[in-house]
């Protein structure tokens, strides 16, 4: 894998777009939550969407974040290699080989969360009447970002 | 057990030991059984991904990730160390005790013992070695209290077994407070004894002049832990809203009194937030696809009917799941292993008429010690890392540690009001 | 070829659906020599129901017990087997779901790819609290009520005068406990099995919904079914069908009774006072239901 200096510069745009999304996407969010309770307390009532908006924020939060740990690498690893002394050239095949795990994973995340999105499109959630697609579209917009940014950056910490 | 079980299970230790992240080991050995069992479409792993995270009340997350890093860097965590410091810093033992109740307040805010290891280590250990405190003997403290902070409230790992187990996030925080306590005690017990026999004391000089700033200074950073869990306690608000007042407060003391959050370090820890919630969420994410895979196939009766044909007895069942937590809690971050277990124990639980309330505070003490046992221990190897020291040299100091944990294990084990009945009465 | 079909539905082992269930699928089991194997996975091991129902439709799950509400998703018309009071009586409702109504649904959900087995049984759900007996729609004025968050059943209590508010369900017991919420609407049977009796005084008789539980198949695999045997089939679901709606019966009375034992106290409520605070829901959701549906639902209520 050879890449530019220009391709580290996309990733790491990548990397910082997706934490100011996810940065307005928890903002957003804390502020819903701390009003719902405010909104329960002084005006006895619970907004519709009290539930529902705030957990679709949580899913797209969640697949956002993940594209900054892959452009990173700062996912949950066991880190068990780490301890084993091995030629440098046995680590670097099992770098490409987890490099490779986590590319076909984004793949097939970004494949079926599209024809999931399509087929629940229609569909509608219970409190809001929002397509359910909008939770799912989140797989195959975040994950293919993440695709992107983790070919991008290539093997390089 | 099938061919294509037995597959799923190699394939992900595989991923494991490659070192690809624990929730692409889980997502991608899922999707290759789904091609090979030919169980269910593959479209399956995008539904249970989302569903595994599509809830209200994981949305405690973010917000105490949130909430623990504005404390932090808002000046409220400081400040509660600097009064420990001036009430116990100078005596023997005293900057470990520290460390520790550092530890027990603020950690396991961040989701991840080796996370809490670390950010608490980087502050406490080059002090403790200035005063003489032999880096293993911190070390070990350190890795100890650190996987401490995952049991005391409001903890993260309690969020997910709640979750998971679809028991009250409320009731596992209030249930885990004498248990924490105790803990937290026996560890600071084992800090002073250790440091008696070897004179390690001294930090900053005592004086009341300095106690009575810091304990002016931080009455209002005491007061958070206090509203977060009273106020899940006297039902003025869920765990998740409880989360959510929690970043109000952190946010309103750093800003207008204590000065120390700018719109550059908020706009900072927001976007920290974000990616620790998609580190974190992702395992719970692609957990929710293995998870599946396991109940679909019939694992959960597979184990109820294995552990019941083995043994009659609540207790040896018990114990039995126990040893499977420590020795898993060894190499796996507490999260991906209550994800991954949690659907086949519950229904172990129900069928010897376990709470799985109770349960759950024993699973999170058994993974704080799988997480401290050599040879292993990723949350050991963090704080030796942090302390820059050989695993080895921590060996030493390790076994009164480990040795007041599993004592305050077995008790709870032996006494198990301490976790059902005491905490109703006393809070 | 055999076709095996996972059944799902996200009650107990000890509830009438899962009892029931399990016989239906014994008995196909059975009578097709295997050629139509069922197993039953309870407690939403394969997912909440809307879950289940996506479930169906793309192929994870093969077939579903679920409740008739949460087809709103997909087809928003099945929300009024579960309209306020859509029911005088359950004779009523057996009598509409198994004719004209019943039909009439089964036809929508089969254009969506779900196989309508059968109408069973959720039962009435009644409101629980803390604070008084609620014997009119004023006494329920300013009682902060849990209910799912379904956008009808929020309207229907914003309109009897409550205070409702979505809640996760695993949450609910603490919440009551702690008081986060005085009351809350379940069917009996949940209201016993999920312990509602340690954490709550009243039990209103409101009987305000009924709801059905949906036998449902993945058409898709309904069509791999012989001829014959989807006979079997649909008769073992009628039967079964029969069954676990006696059992909800036999179960209603044993239920009061254990839920007085364990200290709750009941009450009737003032139907017509109920019936007519509820009446502008109906004209609100007139549309969604259409001219058509309300007219074949008006035979069955008189
Ligand atoms: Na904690
Ligand atoms: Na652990």
């Not at chain 1, 079926?112 to 359910?132: D, E, F, N, Y």
């Not at chain 3, 077939?63 to 929300?79: D, H, K, N, V, Y």
């Not at chain 3, 009119?136 to 209910?147: M, N, Q, S």
Request: aromatic share 10%.
């Amino acid at each position: 894998m050879t890449f530019g200096n220009g391709s580290l510069r996309a990733a790491i745009l990548i990397d910082r777009a997706a934490r100011w999304v996810g940065a307005a996407l928890v903002a957003g969010f804390a502020a819903m939550v701390v009003y719902v309770v405010i909104s329960r307390y002084l005006f006895s009532s619970t907004p519709r969407w009290a539930e529902e908006l705030p957990r679709m924020a949580l899913v797209w939060l969640t697949f956002v974040g993940a594209i900054s740990g892959f452009v990173r690498g700062t996912h949950f690893r066991a880190g068990l290699l780490d301890l084993v002394t091995m030629p440098a050239p046995l680590r670097r095949v099992f770098a490409v080989l987890a490099w490779l795990a986590s590319f076909v994973f984004l793949a097939v995340f970004i494949w079926t969360g599209w024809k999931l999105t399509q087929i629940t499109w229609a569909h509608q959630t219970t409190a809001l009447s929002l397509p359910v697609g909008l939770f799912y579209l989140s797989l195959p917009v975040c994950c293919g970002v993440a695709l992107l940014g983790l070919i991008l950056k290539g093997g390089r910490a | 057990m099938s061919l294509a079980l037995a597959l799923l299970l190699v394939v992900f230790v595989l991923l494991v030991l490659l070192d690809a992240p624990i929730a692409v080991a889980l997502g991608l050995s899922s999707m290759f059984y789904l091609l090979i069992a030919d169980a269910a479409p593959l479209i399956v792993v995008a539904q249970r991904a989302v569903a595994g995270i599509n809830s209200f009340t994981l949305l405690a997350i973010p917000l105490f990730l949130l909430a623990g890093l504005l404390m932090v860097h808002g000046g409220l965590a400081p400040r509660i160390i600097a009064l420990c410091s001036a009430l116990i810093g100078r005596r023997t033992g005293g900057l470990a005790m520290v460390m520790i109740i550092a530890c027990m307040m603020f950690g396991s805010l961040s989701g991840s013992g080796v996370a809490d290891v670390v950010a608490i280590g980087t502050m406490m250990l080059p002090a403790m070695k200035d005063q003489g405190y032999a880096p293993g003997f911190s070390a070990s403290a350190l890795g100890c209290a650190g996987s401490l902070g995952t049991v005391i409230p409001p903890s993260i790992v309690l969020i997910v077994y709640g979750t998971a187990t679809n028991s009250s996030i409320g009731q596992l925080f209030v249930a885990a407070i004498i248990p924490g306590i105790l803990l937290g005690l026996g560890l600071m017990l084992v800090a002073w004894w250790i440091s008696r026999r070897n004179g390690w004391q001294g930090g900053e000089p005592f004086s009341w002049g300095e106690l009575g700033r810091a304990a002016k200074g931080s009455i209002l950073a005491m007061l958070a832990p206090i509203i977060i869990v009273g106020g899940i306690r006297l039902g003025i608000f869920t765990p998740t809203e409880a989360a959510g007042i929690g970043v109000a407060y952190a946010l309103f003391i750093g800003i207008f009194v204590y000065r120390a959050l700018s719109l550059s370090t908020l706009m900072r820890l927001l976007r920290e937030t974000t990616e620790m919630t998609g580190v974190i969420l992702l395992v719970i994410a692609s957990a929710s696809v293995f998870g599946w895979i396991l109940a679909a196939e019939q694992v959960p009766q597979m184990a109820v009917n294995g552990i019941t044909q083995a043994t009659q007895s609540g207790t040896v069942a018990l114990l039995m799941m126990m040893a499977v937590l420590l020795i898993l809690g060894t190499f796996m971050e507490s999260i991906a292993i209550i994800l991954i277990l949690a659907p086949v124990f519950l229904p172990i639980l129900g069928h010897y008429g376990i709470d799985p309330v109770y349960f759950g505070i024993l699973l999170t003490i058994n993974l704080a010690i799988g997480a401290n046992t050599p040879p292993l221990g990723i949350d050991l190897m963090a704080a030796c890392r942090v302390g820059e020291i050989p695993l080895s040299a921590s060996f030493k100091y390790l076994i009164p540690f480990l040795g007041v944990m599993v004592g305050v294990l077995l008790l709870l084990v032996l006494f198990p009001a301490l976790i059902t009945e005491l905490p109703g009465i006393l809070f | 070829d055999d076709v095996s079909i996972r059944l799902g539905h996200v009650l107990p082992e000890s509830h009438s659906w899962h009892v029931a269930a399990t016989g239906f699928a014994e008995e196909v089991n059975n009578r097709t020599e295997g050629r139509v194997a069922i197993k039953v996975f309870p407690s939403g091991q394969l997912g909440s129901e809307k879950e289940v129902i996506e479930g169906l439709q793309f192929g994870s799950v093969q077939a579903g017990l679920i409740g008739s509400g949460s087809f709103q998703g997909i087809e928003p018309r099945m929300g009024i087997i579960e309209m306020p009071y859509a029911w005088g009586a359950r004779d009523q409702a057996f009598a509409a779901l198994d004719g004209d109504l019943g039909v009439a649904l089964a036809d929508m959900l089969d254009g969506k790819g779900i196989k309508v087995l059968g109408w069973w049984e959720n039962g009435f759900r009644n409101i629980t609290n803390n604070v008084r007996p609620v014997e009119k729609p004023e006494d329920l004025a300013g009682l902060k009520i849990r209910v799912t968050p379904d956008k009808v059943r929020l309207a229907t209590f914003e309109g009897l005068g409550a205070e409702p508010a979505p809640l996760s369900f695993g949450e609910l017991y603490s919440a009551l406990q702690q008081g986060l919420f005085d009351a809350q609407e379940n069917p009996l049977a949940i209201i016993y099995s999920a312990s509602f009796f340690e954490v709550q005084k009243y039990v209103s008789l409101s009987e305000h919904i009924w709801g059905a539980a949906t036998l449902t198949m993945s058409k898709s695999v309904w069509d791999k079914i012989s001829p014959e045997d989807q006979a079997i089939v649909t008769e073992a679901a009628t039967s079964w069908g029969l069954k676990q709606r006696d059992m909800v019966a036999a179960a209603n009375d044993k239920l009061i009774a254990q839920l007085e034992a364990e200290g709750m106290q009941f009450n009737e409520v003032d139907k017509a006072a109920f019936i007519e605070a509820v009446e502008p829901i109906w004209e609100s959701q007139k549309d969604v239901y259409g001219e058509e549906l309300l007219t074949i639902l008006d035979q069955y209520r008189k």
